[in-house]
């Protein structure tokens, strides 16, 4: 199988590309190899790699600066990812693509399925639904990931939860907030789940990836600790001590059932850190 990757340097970029290496042909573009927001240039490489399956790991994930930089925000998560199915379409690729938890208002009280109608509260969260409508007019798995966390490298680039390893790493103090709850993705687990889906061609559509469960940020960063055998002085914060642009959905815990259901487990969120603190303190005392 064919398999080209986007967005090949970021931390899910990567982690895909290492893993689908490992039985695919795998040609892994940049975003200065390749420009997503340029048609013309998508349509005339995805023609000439002519992939079976197109990863779509590219995202403007900044998200107090889409509140600024709306017009960026939209070409990035929206109508790139229209360019990217129109060109899949053209040689008959399944599009794979990430979407986020902020799809959805936070006012819930269950983890989130995938038929609960979206409310995005910030120009992020809608940029995002966009790109998923976007996305559907190709054949295409559109995966809802959050809180990403691990996966290659261990550079200090990721997620909150990476930043949260860092600072316990250092001996600094940890802020957690003790009212915003999430199932945190580890991405050797989504990406892992998404060659899954390709192998079992699953029906197509939307698919919650997260690590299953949920916790607020301060039991998150509790397990943390936990894990590393470390005392770590964490401090609880809520959500309005924080001054932030654009507006978080407090609960976004999601619920795997529709993977389950096709035949793909996800792990813990709390198995998910254990392997991802082995990892980091393995590549430390190398």
Not at 118 to 136: C, D, I, R, T
Not at 149 to 166: V, W
Request: hydrophobic share 40%; proline share 3%.
């Amino acid at each position: 199988m064919t398999v080209m990757v986007l967005g090949s340097q970021g931390q899910l970029g990567r982690t895909v590309e290492s893993m689908f290496s490992r039985d695919h042909q795998v040609f892994g573009l940049n975003r200065n190899q390749l420009d997503l927001t340029h048609s013309d240039h998508v349509f005339q490489t995805v023609e000439t790699i002519n992939p079976d399956v197109i990863i779509n790991c590219v995202a403007y994930n900044d998200v107090d600066g889409a509140e600024v930089n709306q017009t960026v925000a939209l070409e990035v998560n929206a109508f790139a990812v229209r360019n990217l199915a129109k060109a899949a379409r053209t040689v008959n690729a399944t599009l794979v693509h990430y979407s986020t938890d902020f799809v959805f208002d936070g006012q819930g009280t269950a983890p989130y399925t995938e038929d609960v109608q979206p409310n995005p509260q910030s120009v992020y969260a809608m940029s995002k639904l966009l790109g998923e409508w976007f996305a559907q007019d190709a054949q295409s798995y559109v995966l809802r990931i959050e809180s990403l966390f691990g996966g290659l490298p261990f550079d200090g680039s990721g997620g909150s939860l990476d930043k949260m390893c860092d600072a316990s790493l250092s001996g600094e103090k940890v802020f957690a907030f003790s009212d915003r709850t999430v199932s945190p993705s580890y991405a050797f687990d989504v990406v892992s789940a998404t060659a899954q889906l390709l192998q079992k061609k699953a029906t197509p559509g939307i698919y919650h990836c997260v690590g299953s469960g949920m916790g607020t940020w301060l039991e998150v960063a509790n397990e943390l600790a936990n894990c590393l055998k470390r005392s770590v002085e964490i401090i609880p914060i809520r959500v309005s001590d924080r001054s932030m642009k654009a507006q978080r959905p407090q609960f976004c815990a999601l619920s795997n059932a529709k993977l389950k259901n096709v035949g793909v487990e996800m792990p813990s969120w709390q198995n998910a850190l254990k392997r991802y603190v082995s990892e980091r303190l393995t590549k430390s005392a190398s």
